[in-house]
């Protein structure tokens, strides 16, 4: 069962993930520091902040899928057609880049004002494991399997399903974010500053 187009099915997610990464490297590769670094004058996030974000995100949730998928009875039989939890209905929606919502950012998610060295190569990273996470859960019953979110443990009623999607799409939103800012008046062009390893 598919909600909003989106299932947690490699046929469905890995084709998404794989377009973050390559928008990731087109939109990065020839940006230096200072691009990369670049606040804009509202005081939003700089590209890597959104990056630092995104990893810090992405790997609490990486560690709570592996963490049910190491744990997970074997599947018998055929698991049941995955369909969304009614709090995973919402998160999935919310994060959708169409959604027009302005979450508030938790403390813990917080990327602090100067992220470290490497965030493009961090950020990548985090895609690939949980594209990998993704292919070992396509034998399982992803709609059995509970979790409580990582971002918040008042939030107990996640599927495993609901967790690949909305890291999918969260960092789907952010990448367009990153676009937009790179579209924004102001914000200095390539070659300005020698890069740092990323």
Aim: hydrophobic residues 40%; charged residues 25%.
């Amino acid at each position: 069962m598919a909600y909003l187009g989106l299932e947690p099915t490699a046929d469905c997610l890995i084709p998404l993930i794989d377009s973050i990464e390559a928008q990731a490297r087109a939109d990065l590769a020839d940006l230096d520091d200072i691009a990369i670094r670049w606040r804009p004058p509202d005081a939003g996030w700089s590209i890597a902040q959104i990056l630092e974000h995104l990893t810090i995100t992405n790997a609490l949730y990486i560690g709570a899928m592996r963490d049910l998928l190491t744990h997970a009875p074997p599947l018998r039989g055929k698991a049941r057609p995955w369909k969304p939890s009614l709090v995973g209905r919402w998160f999935i929606r919310v994060n959708l880049p169409t959604s027009g919502y302005r979450l508030p950012t938790l403390r813990k998610l917080d990327p602090g004002p100067v992220p470290g060295p490497g965030t493009v190569r961090r950020f990548l990273g985090t895609m690939r494991d949980v594209s990998d996470l993704l292919w070992r859960a396509q034998e399982t019953d992803m709609r059995r399997l509970r979790l409580t979110s990582p971002i918040s443990p008042l939030i107990r009623r996640l599927n495993l399903g609901d967790a690949f999607i909305i890291v999918v799409v969260h960092s789907r939103r952010h990448m367009l974010q990153i676009e937009r800012l790179i579209a924004r008046p102001g914000f200095p062009g390539p070659g300005q500053s020698v890069s740092e390893s990323r």
